[in-house]
């Protein structure tokens, strides 16, 4: 399968070029922005590995014209161009990328009309299953018990709440039959008043070079319920993705996730 990176020298570009690699597939392109200064250095070295004769460009539509698929944790802004140009080359489109507005969604979802794309905020497989853990202890659970999701990430990252802790929101207002939209509350600060029943609440620290910890809480009267995951390295991510661009290869169009992909 011939596969191209983008933001190929980022924290994700990094590790999905090993993964990539060490999975067997072909690596034909990586992608920067212009003016970058990796741009024209070997894929292989900016990633640790020995050469493999590709050089960073910056030209996407070239790159995505030449592959199977590309893997892409960018941007937003980024991500929506990469999945209007592989919607035109039909190439299967990974997305790691969080911190998407509703609008970029609604494009991603328009480009999915024309290619496989499987979009998750979490690729590994340990995430996805608390998702579905959540999911079903959100369900037997009732609103006597609080959930609260607390997550921590490097200082670097932009985006908040990450877009694992939004997954787990997800899963778990779906669990309890709620519209997180109306019952998620994302920040708390100052008299606040108390804690409205029903409410799914966020709490996100940054700081250092944590991975990525996140932990779903139940907190009943007496009794507290915790699902935790803590991220070792970046691999774990890059392996799902790489998982993800497999399976998604022959796919008809549509938005698929990482529980599509695990059968979860
Ligand atoms: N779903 C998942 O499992 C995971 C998702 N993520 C998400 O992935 C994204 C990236 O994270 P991370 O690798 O830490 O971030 P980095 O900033 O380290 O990497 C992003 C890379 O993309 C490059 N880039 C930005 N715009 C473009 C463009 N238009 N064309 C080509 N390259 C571009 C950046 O270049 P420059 O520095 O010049 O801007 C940078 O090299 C984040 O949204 C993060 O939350 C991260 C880990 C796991
Ligand atoms: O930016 C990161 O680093 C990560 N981002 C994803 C998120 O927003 O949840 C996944 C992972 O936790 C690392």
């Known amino acids: 399968m011939k596969v ?25 392109g990586g992608v920067e922005r212009e003016g970058s200064p990796v741009i024209g250095s070997d894929i292989g070295l900016v990633s640790g590995l020995p050469p493999l004769g590709v050089p960073v460009t910056s030209d996407a539509i070239d790159v995505i014209s030449r592959c199977d698929g590309i893997l ?20 299967v489109h990974v997305i790691g ?26 690729m590994s497989l340990g995430v996805n299953l608390l998702v579905a853990l959540a999911r079903r202890v959100a369900e037997a659970l009732d609103e006597d018990f609080d959930i609260e999701i607390v997550e921590m990430h490097h200082r ?6 990450s877009g694992t802790a939004l997954m787990l929101g997800a899963a778990a207002a779906e669990g309890r039959g709620i519209d997180l939209g109306k019952r998620a509350v994302r920040a708390r600060d100052g008299h606040t008043g108390p804690r409205q029943r029903g409410d799914i609440g966020f709490a996100t620290l940054r700081g250092g070079s944590v991975v990525g910890d996140h932990r779903v809480i139940f907190a009943g009267a007496g009794e507290r319920v915790e ?35 695990l059968g979860l």
């Open 72 to 91: 892409d944790f960018t941007t937003p802004k980024a991500t929506v161009e990469f999945a209007g140009l592989a919607a035109n080359a039909r190439a």
């Open 97 to 122: 990328t969080t911190g998407l507005s509703a609008e970029d969604e609604a494009q991603i979802a328009a480009a999915a009309r024309h290619a496989p794309i499987i979009k998750a905020g979490n």
């Open 156 to 161: 670097d990252k932009v985006d908040a709440p």
């Open 227 to 261: 699902l935790v995951h803590v991220a070792g390295d970046r691999s774990i991510f890059a392996r799902g993705a790489v998982k993800a661009l497999q399976w998604g290869y022959g796919k008809a169009p549509g938005l698929y996730s990482m529980s599509d992909v």
């Open 4 to 28: 191209a990176v983008m933001g190929v020298a980022g924290r994700m570009g990094q590790e999905l070029v090993r993964a990539a690699h060490a999975a067997g597939c072909g690596i034909v």
